[in-house]
């Protein structure tokens, strides 16, 4: 079935570091793909979309760009700050499937 | 728009009560989703609803376990009885249709002692 795989965290960075957060899917149709953020205590807050190949999604300096040829959806950011110490997790819909397939999620620290 | 509204925030039981969570979707969203998160298994998918309806109840672990959704909105998620592995966060979620992105709720946090 349709599913995602991110890398396993937790990761650690220094402020100002450059951030890759890897994720993969499978799919039998041709989904959109999606990265969220979770703050301690928070819910799921969408951060990027990409509804087809080679899209773009951006958002508070995060970018992620939709790769059919090697089905990935990588989270990147410059330069991080303290503040996007959060818990990041890849996600993707298709019409074929009425719910939305979660990854295990990757715990990001940002050390000042 | 307040966004999914959860209630309550946090909850402390003791095992073998009866456990009521509570969501109200963004209004107009015509599809809702009950989660558990927990260390050992993440983000696990319990039941949704289109348009009121139970599509896919399959993530629900139990008997134990019971949700509704008697209008577009607001829907239950219920215990009965109650047991220390339940202890967890409970996510609401609302979308429209399509592939549009999910809205979650802040959580229920379970605590069943």
């Known amino acids: 079935g349709d599913s995602v795989t991110q890398m396993e965290g937790p990761v650690t960075l220094s402020e100002e570091a450059f951030l890759t957060i890897n994720c993969t899917y499978t799919?039998?149709?041709?989904?959109?793909l999606f990265w969220y953020v979770q703050y301690p205590g928070e819910g799921l807050q969408l951060l990027l979309k990409?509804?087809?190949?080679?899209d773009k999604g951006s958002n508070k300096g995060f970018e992620a760009t939709y790769r059919k040829e090697t089905t990935s959806f990588h989270l990147e950011k410059g330069s991080v700050q303290v503040s996007d110490s959060a818990v990041y997790f890849c996600?993707?819909?298709?019409?074929?499937?009425?719910?939305?397939?979660f990854g295990a999620g990757t715990r990001l620290t940002v050390k000042p | 728009d307040a966004g999914v509204i959860q209630s309550p925030r946090h909850e402390v039981t003791e095992m073998g009560q009866e456990v009521t969570l509570r969501c109200k979707p963004i209004?107009?969203?015509?599809?809702l989703f009950w989660y558990r998160q927990t260390m050992m298994r993440g983000l696990e998918l319990l039941i949704y609803?289109?348009?009121?309806?139970?599509?896919?109840d399959s993530g629900m672990p139990e008997d134990r376990f019971s949700a509704k959704m008697p209008n577009a909105s607001f829907s239950t998620l219920k215990i009965q009885p109650s047991e220390p592995r339940d202890s967890a966060v409970y996510f609401c979620?609302?979308?429209?249709?399509?592939?549009?992105?999910?809205?979650f709720g802040s959580g229920t946090r379970l605590t069943v002692v």
């Open positions: 979620a609302s979308r429209t249709g399509g592939v549009g992105g999910y809205t």
């Open positions: 609803f289109n348009n009121n309806v139970p599509i896919d």
């Open positions: 799919a039998t149709g041709y989904p959109s």
């Open positions: 996600a993707l819909a298709t019409y074929n499937n009425n719910d939305m397939r």
């Open positions: 209004s107009g969203h015509n599809s």
């Open positions: 990409a509804t087809k190949a080679d």
